[in-house]
């Protein structure tokens, strides 16, 4: 049954009165060694993002790869054009000459490049997605303005829906509440 219950569970969230508080909080989360928990807050908290530590993407790796097939895809489709389809013959230079083919690799690269940042960071974004889950939670409308939140997700390696309700309130917060999917 908690397999179950844990699949329509997005996390919990531990909300909390003051910016210090939260920052503490945020601060034993990432001792306890969960990885996959945000906080929101109505203001900026110094030192919020550090403690959570960085979100780590794949779009570095994404534009890698997009820029590379995207040069690829150019100077292949010169070799097509010059060397293979119709060769021509100017100035008596060979129908290979690369150095002339360097503009057009490189524009293709960087096309195809902002071409895989823009679409990666929509897929991975999650997007369309028209709400999160944290708005399914009538108290969470208070983040925007006098109160902070603490969510541990459900799909973090430690996150077990009893063990983790426990040390969260262990941190002393106004509440702790499910999150639903």
């Known amino acids: 049954m908690a397999s179950t219950r844990t699949h329509t569970l997005f996390g919990l969230a531990a909300e909390f009165e003051s910016p210090e ?9 990432a001792r306890a060694g969960y990885r996959r928990a945000d906080a929101y807050s109505p203001f900026p908290v110094d030192g919020l993002a550090e403690v959570l530590g960085p979100h780590r993407t794949r779009i570095p790796l994404l534009v890698l790869i997009g820029a590379v097939f995207g040069a690829c895809t150019g100077f292949f489709m010169l070799v097509y054009a010059n060397v293979i389809s119709y060769p ?3 100035g008596g230079k060979p129908p290979n000459s690369w150095p002339a083919w360097i503009p057009i690799t490189f524009e293709l690269g960087v096309l195809f490049a902002s071409f895989a ?4 960071m929509f897929a991975l974004n999650g997007l369309p997605m028209p ?23 459900s799909a973090d390696r ?21 999150v639903p999917r």
């Open 158 to 178: 430690q996150f077990d829906p009893e063990q983790t309700r426990q040390f969260l309130e262990g941190l002393k917060p106004i509440a702790v509440r499910e």
């Open 117 to 120: 940042a823009f679409f990666g």
């Open 21 to 29: 508080a939260v920052l503490a909080a945020a601060r034993a989360v």
């Open 88 to 90: 021509w013959n100017v």
């Open 131 to 153: 709400y999160h889950p944290v708005f399914n939670i009538p108290e969470f409308a208070r983040a925007s303005r006098d109160r902070f939140f603490i969510v541990i997700e």
